[in-house]
Each structure stands twice: as structure tokens, then as C-alpha cells.
């Protein structure tokens, strides 16, 4: 298995500041509570590519940013971990949007707001008028931070493999009408549970509705279990699950961004999707020892070391 892969890959998705809160006590509603606040660029779209960069893949960013502070922090790191910023515009008096999380002394998080009405900016007519904000590449990679026109017309336009993350239950219901022009689907379990309209509490649970999101016209569908591990749908029907390795956790923000570039990239390199959903995970797993939404030790090597030693 070799990188960099020859693919060219397009992410078209939502790029945010992420704001994070750690206190070290409980949180008190009504009262302010001592902790640490930290800044770093996220956003699911952003975290892909820069995660695809970081494993050595030719891709390009499309999304919007405020023409401020935020929004110059993002190009700049964005740009410096290798990915092809051209196509994020800058818009003058609109704000980057942001993402705000609050995790207790335990690390897991109490709450999250996301702000990002600026992604309505992002419109077919733009993209149509910038040609660096036109996806030509080998593979597209969509997440539903989109708005439902602009995640439509995408999808209807294109004639490569298309990849979309789910993002969340609210967002993930912009797919309900053009699952059919889904190449591949990374959902979570209540993302899953949203779309299908099942409970998805077992692995078995998890097959099961990733058959049903087969048979609603996806081509392959993986969903992913925290801990738990993956279920997937390959695009003859055939299902798996594959057990997630007991890994420190130092946070999981951004695992399922890991996740998905991991799929990506595997695809890129002509890897099946149950030795795509493999390398996927140990993408993840690099991900989940990291403070933030993705992690500087993510290299492809990194992830080769990692699958040997599981099989060591
Ligand atoms: N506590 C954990 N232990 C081991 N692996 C984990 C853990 N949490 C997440 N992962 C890995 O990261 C992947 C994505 O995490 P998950 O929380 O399911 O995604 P999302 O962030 O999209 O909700 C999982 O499928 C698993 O491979
Ligand atoms: O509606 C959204 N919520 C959250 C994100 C982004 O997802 C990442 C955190 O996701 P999670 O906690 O699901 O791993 C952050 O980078 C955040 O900016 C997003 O793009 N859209």
C-alpha cells in the first residue's frame, strides 16, 4: 500500500473556529465556572481535508469563510497543512462561523451550539461563477453543513464517486431526497437511527440499518459506534462490523472526521470497504489522543504502523 494516492479529491463543507471549554469543576448553570478556553480551526468539511492532507492526499477545500480574524486563522492553518485553499472565499461582512463546545472535568461534553449561517452563502450560483470552487476532481466529498439546494445540486451534477458525511440529525435530513447519489455514507448511530427511523443501539441494530440505507439507494454505508467500533453495507448488500481497539481517549471531537478522510483516502488507494473501514479506524484511533479535531501525528505511515501492529 503506497501514498501519497494519485486521487484528487474536492471536500465541499463547512469550515468553523471551534471554541472549546474545559472546566475543572462541575458546571454551574446561572454562575461562571473556572476553566481553560481553547481556539483551533474545525468543521467537518475543514477537518477532512485537512485530515486527507495530513495522509498524504491532493485535495482541495470549497466553503466560506468571514473575511476577519477566524476566518484568516483558518486559510492560514488550513493552507499550511497542505490543502489546496483557492477555493474558500472569504465574504466581506459576514462572520466565519463558529462552533462552541463545553466539556466537564470528565472531558465529555455538556453542550455544543454550532453557528454557521454563513455555509447559506455557499449557493450553486457561487460556485457556478468561481472555477476554483468547481469540484472537477477524481472523488467529491460532501457534509451536510450544506445547505439542502446547494447538497442537491451537488450531488445531481456530479459524475464521480461522492462521499457525505451525515454530520448531525438535524442536518443529515437534507439527504432524505437524493440518497440515491450517494456513493458512500458515514453516518453515526442516532444519525442513523434519524434516517431510518429504527432503534440503533447494538451492533446487530447497526447492520441492520445500514442494509436499510443500502436498500434506500445509498451504494455503501458506514456506521460508525464509538467505542463499539463500525457496521457497514458494501454495494452488493453484503454487511460487517469491525470491534473499535481499546485506545486511550484523550477526546473525541473530530473522530468521525478522522473516519471518514480514513475512508477516503483508503478508497483513493483502491483499498475494498472492509480494508477501507480497517484504515478508517486507525485514523480515528490516531485522532482520538488529540486535544483537538485532528491530530498532528496522522500521516499515512502512522496508520501502516498501526495495522501491523494489530496484526503483529
Ligand atoms: N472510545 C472509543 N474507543 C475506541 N474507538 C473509538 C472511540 N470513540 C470513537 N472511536 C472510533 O472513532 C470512530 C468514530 O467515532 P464516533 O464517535 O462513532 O463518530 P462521530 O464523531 O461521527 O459521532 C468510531 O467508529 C471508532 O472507530
Ligand atoms: O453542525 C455542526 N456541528 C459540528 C461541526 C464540527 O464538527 C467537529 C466536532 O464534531 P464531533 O464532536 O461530532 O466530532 C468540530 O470541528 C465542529 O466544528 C460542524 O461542522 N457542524
Redesign the pocket.
Known sequence: MTSPAAARITVVGGANMDVGAQTQTPLLPGDSTPGHIHYAPGGVGRNIAENLARLGSAVALVSVVGDDAFGHDILAHTGSVGVDVSGVKALAGQRTATYLSMHGPDGDMALAVNDMAILERLTPALLQAEPAMCPHTDVLVLDCNLSAPTLAWLLEQATQPVFV??VSVAKCQRLVHVLRRVHTL??????AQALCGTVVDTVDDAQRAALTLHGLGVQRV?????????AWCDADGSTGV?S????P?VN?????????AGLVHAHALGLSLPRSVEY??AC??I??SSTFANSPDLSHAAVQSRLAAATA
Do not use: P, Y
Not at 222 to 230: F, I, M, P, Q, R
Not at 244 to 247: I, L, R
Open positions: 458525511d451525515a458515514k453516518v453515526n448511530r442516532i444519525e458506514v456506521l460508525s459506534l464509538g467505542a463499539l467500533g463500525v469491525r473499535a481497539s481499546a485506545v481517549v473525541t471531537t473530530g473522530a468521525g472526521d478522522a473516519l471518514l478508517a479506524m480515528a484511533e485522532t482520538l
